[in-house]
């Protein structure tokens, strides 16, 4: 079982920046790859960014690609995503989420079922 919990949701700013933060407790982190998924108001969960057990690879949708930053610190047990130059549209809940090492490629973590344990999400919200 792995518990995660979001923070550093906030208002800001178009242009801005935050830094969300994802804290894991429970089994071993490193075991597990992670994402960030977002939700606006009335849509469906959208896949962000996904980052490898290491830390090594990282996996970005194209809306968020040279703006936004996934990071993770295993000792730590904490996934990062730093989000730059934000943009209204950027409004959502935004949710991290852990799948298992090894069940998939890094590149298929943009589908939501394959992870196992979800945070309980944090509110973003860019004005213009």
């Known amino acids: 079982q792995v518990q995660l919990v979001e923070s550093g949701g906030g208002l800001v700013q178009a242009g801005g920046s935050l830094r969300l933060s994802c804290a894991a407790s429970g089994r071993t982190f490193s075991s597990y790859a992670m994402g960030w998924f977002r939700q606006p108001p009335g849509k469906e969960r959208w896949f962000v960014a996904a980052?490898?057990?290491?830390?090594?690879?990282?996996y970005y949708a194209d809306s968020v690609k040279g703006r936004f930053t996934i990071s993770r610190d295993n000792a730590k047990k904490t996934v990062y995503l730093q989000m730059n130059s934000l943009k209204p549209e950027d409004t959502a809940v935004y949710y991290c989420a852990a799948a298992p090492s090894g069940r998939s490629k890094l590149v298929e973590l943009y589908r939501s079922y394959e992870y196992d344990y979800w945070g309980q999400g944090t509110q973003v919200t860019v004005s213009s």
């Open positions: 980052i490898s057990w290491s830390g090594s690879s990282t």
